[in-house]
């Protein structure tokens, strides 16, 4: 699937960033949309960072009653650091290990049983999670691709 399909469409749109910023890689949901909310003004798109906790923003995310839900985390899936993975977060990839406590896959079933939207997860395989580490270099690399390729996507919903 290409990232410019799952938005067709689109009347509203809520952008997640999941993950925690002390801890290298995990930082990577958050830093993207943290970017993106420097660089997109569109009334359409709303951007929330989650940190580690998702579903605290269960009912904001509702409240917007968006079209398209996207969730930005680094993933566990086996790919190469800073590999991108486009998924389903009801599938495999939304039970897959992540550092928070709630899976997506839960979060998701509970939001789509309340809102009519499609979910996407985009998901990034992580390098260094430690403490106090520095995002590395391919993780930052794809989110900057990444970035510029939602920033073009959501000015234009």
């Known amino acids: ?9 689109a009347k509203k749109v809520v952008v ?19 970017t993106l909310k420097e660089r997109v003004s569109n009334p359409k798109v709303v951007f929330l960072n989650c940190g580690e906790m998702p579903e605290s923003y269960t009912g904001k995310i509702m409240r917007e009653n968006p079209s ?9 899936f086996e790919g190469k650091p800073g590999e991108i993975v486009l998924a389903d977060p009801e599938g495999t990839l939304g039970e897959a290990f992540s550092t928070h ?7 998701v079933g509970y939001l789509r049983q309340n809102i009519n939207a499609k979910f ?23 989110a900057e691709r990444l970035i510029s390729l939602l920033e073009k996507i959501l000015a234009e919903i």
Not at 101 to 107: A, Q, T
């Open 16 to 34: 997640c960033g999941i993950g925690n910023d002390v801890r290298g890689d995990d930082a990577f949901g958050v830093y993207v949309v943290e």
């Open 1 to 9: 699937m290409e990232l410019e399909d799952f938005f067709k469409g």
């Open 68 to 76: 398209h839900v996207v969730f930005i985390d680094a993933v566990h």
């Open 101 to 107: 406590k709630m899976p997506l896959k839960l979060l």
């Open 120 to 142: 996407l997860l985009i998901g990034a395989q992580p390098k260094q999670t430690g403490l106090f580490v520095e995002m590395s270099k391919e993780l930052k690399e794809s």
